[in-house]
C-alpha cells in the first residue's frame, strides 16, 4: 500500500526492481518499517516535520548517527538509513545536530528564527553535527542573537557571545533579555541594537561582572541589569580609549 512495485525473476527467484510510484508513508514510524527499498530510492512521508510533507532518501550503505528525524534507521530494511531531504529546521538545536552535508550554497531556514547558508569556508558557525553556515541578515540587513545558539538558558552566554564574535551587526529582541553569568567581552566595532524592552540580565557572582567592552561598538538603546547582584568593579567595564557609542542606554538593578 506504500507504492507500487516491479518485480521480475531472477536466477529462479523474485527480486523487486523498481517501483511504479515513491512510496508514501503516513509517518516517520511507518517509513522506518519499509521493506524493498532500493539504494537511493526516494520516500514521501505526508506527516514529516511540522505535519508537513517530508521527503527523504535510502542509503543503503549509511551508518550516519541517528535522530529519529532527519536521519532515521531503515529498520525494515535491516541496514542503511533513510535520510531527509528538508532544509527547514524545527528549531536551532536541531541545525546544530544535523549530520547531514547539504551542497555550499544551499539555502537553509531554523523556524520563527531566520535563514542560513550551507558553506564549506568562510563560515560564521560550524555547528556540533559537523554542518558548516554563514548566518544570513533578514530583509532589513539584520541578523539576530538567535540566529547564534538556543536562548532562555540560566547563562545565554554561549549563544550571546558567538553574536558578539562574528563581527556582524546584532540586535537584541527578546523581550525577557538574556541572562548573562559569564563575563562577555565586545571587542568588534560593529552595531548592537536593542528592540523590545530586551536586556543583557548579570547573573554572575561578585568576582566578575556582565561585560567588558573594548572595542569601537555602537550600542542603541541598550539595557544592562545588574539583577541586584554585587560584581567586580562595575557592571560593565569601559576600557580606557575603547571609545563606544552609547545612545539611550540603561543600566538598573544595582547593588
Known amino acids: ?36 527499498l ?80 550551507a558553506a564549506t569556508s568562510g563560515q560564521d558557525l560550524t555547528l556540533s553535527g559537523g554542518l558548516k553556515v554563514t548566518v544570513d541578515a533578514n530583509s532589513s540587513g539584520e541578523r539576530i542573537v538567535e540566529q547564534f545558539g538556543e536562548v532562555g538558558t540560566p547563562d545565554d552566554y554561549a549563544t550571546v557571545q558567538r553574536a558578539i564574535d562574528s563581527g556582524h551587526n546584532i540586535v537584541f529582541s527578546r523581550p525577557s533579555g538574556y541572562k548573562i553569568a559569564t563575563k562577555l567581552t565586545f571587542d568588534q566595532d560593529v552595531t548592537y541594537t536593542f528592540r523590545n524592552g530586551s536586556s543583557l540580565i548579570y547573573k554572575g557572582d561578585k568576582t566578575s561582572r556582565l561585560a567588558d567592552v573594548n572595542g569601537r561598538a555602537v550600542f542603541i538603546d541598550p539595557v544592562f541589569d545588574g539583577d541586584d547582584r554585587q560584581c567586580s568593579l562595575s557592571l560593565v567595564y569601559w576600557s580606557a580609549g575603547s571609545g563606544p557609542t552609547y545612545f539611550n542606554g540603561k543600566t538598573r538593578n544595582l547593588t
Open 38 to 117: 532500493l539504494d537511493g530510492q526516494n520516500s514521501t512521508v505526508t506527516g514529516g516535520e511540522n505535519t508537513e510533507r517530508e521527503y527523504f532518501t535510502y542509503d543503503a550503505t549509511s551508518t550516519a548517527p541517528v535522530d529519529g528525524a532527519l536521519v532515521v534507521t531503515a529498520t525494515g530494511m535491516g541496514a542503511g538509513r533513510l535520510i531527509s531531504t528538508r532544509t527547514v529546521y524545527a528549531s536551532w538545536g536541531e541545525m546544530n545536530t544535523d549530520v547531514r552535508t547539504p551542497p555550499a550554497g544551499t539555502a537553509l531556514t531554523v523556524r520563527g528564527v531566520g535563514g542560513f547558508t
Open 1 to 36: 500500500g506504500a507504492g507500487g512495485q516491479v518485480w521480475q525473476v531472477v536466477t529462479g527467484a523474485w527480486s523487486i526492481v523498481g517501483w511504479i510510484t515513491m512510496p508514501t508513508f503516513a509517518n516517520v514510524a511507518g517509513m522506518a518499517l519499509a521493506t524493498g
